[in-house]
């Protein structure tokens, strides 16, 4: 196939020509526009909560990541801290320990839409930076955790629950958080962390208070911290596995 001038006058009078350009011009160069998208995202401007976290881990780029995890969001925070604010007046109202049994759920929650594709609007983003997705995962989990920890303290404050009850769902929190995590990575679906979260954060409130209808033992009861600490400790180390090699997997899709 003879080779075709690129000049104007001659594209005019060629009618393959006119047709291949033609086509062309259908053509979208997705490098050049996801590099203006990235580019236009990543060049909001840094706020002091972002700057602080850039010190503090060493990473703009990861503190990016961090300020960008969807239930670390304002409307995300004000939601949990409602639902414990309610949680408070019913533990007044009833004297049970609301708060206590609230405040692992709500983390599960908070810790399987923490990141992923799908969930996660910054997460195409966050697979340009040089840092790995385990990386990324663990930074926004501590801080999901971290927030979710201390609206439980000051909610357990509020309902003037004994001390015992006050700091004994810290450890059911963890376990609840850690087996949602596990699911949500393994199963690369949010949805179904929240479900295996909230299912055996249920199954543990039912079996420790079997036979007495105590809801407060799963958080009462010293001798179920060992065991939540236990399914804790596996959690992190299936979710850990999981996320072994999801860089070089490509494109998965969470739910």
């Known amino acids: 196939m003879r080779n075709h001038p690129r000049d104007e006058a001659h594209v005019a009078r060629c009618a393959d020509c006119q047709a291949r350009w033609g086509l062309a011009a259908l053509d979208v160069d997705l490098d050049r526009v996801w590099s203006g998208v990235a580019a236009e995202a990543w060049a909001s401007p840094v706020g002091r909560v972002e700057r602080l ?51 692992p759920a709500l983390a599960g929650i908070a810790i399987s839409y923490a990141y992923g594709p799908g969930v996660d609007p910054a997460w195409e983003l966050s697979q340009t930076m040089a840092v790995s997705d385990r990386q990324v995962l663990l930074v926004r989990v501590f801080a999901v955790f971290g927030l979710n ?35 949500a990575t393994t199963a690369k679906s949010a949805n179904v962390g929240v479900a295996i979260g909230l299912a055996g954060w249920a199954i543990a409130v ?25 399914f804790a400790l596996a ?8 996320m072994s090699g999801s860089r070089s997997t490509g494109g998965v899709t969470w739910r």
Do not use: C, F, H, K
């Not at 105590?214 to 065991?227: E, F, G, I, N, T």
């Open 53 to 103: 976290a850039g010190r503090l881990l060493g990473s703009p780029g990861l503190a990016r990541a961090l300020v960008n995890t969807p239930s670390l969001v304002l409307s995300w925070v004000l939601a949990s801290a409602l639902v414990l604010g309610i949680g408070v007046m019913v533990t007044r109202q009833t004297e049970q320990p609301w708060v206590a049994l609230l405040a």
């Open 149 to 183: 920890m201390v609206l439980g303290l000051v909610a357990s404050l509020g309902a003037a629950q004994d001390v015992g009850i006050t700091l004994g769902w810290l450890a059911p929190m963890a376990m609840v958080s850690a087996l949602a995590l596990a699911a």
């Open 206 to 230: 039912l079996a420790s208070g079997r036979g007495t209808e105590d809801v407060a033992a799963a958080v009462s009861r010293p001798a179920l911290v060992p065991v939540y600490l236990a």
């Open 235 to 242: 959690g992190v180390g299936l979710t850990l596995w999981s």
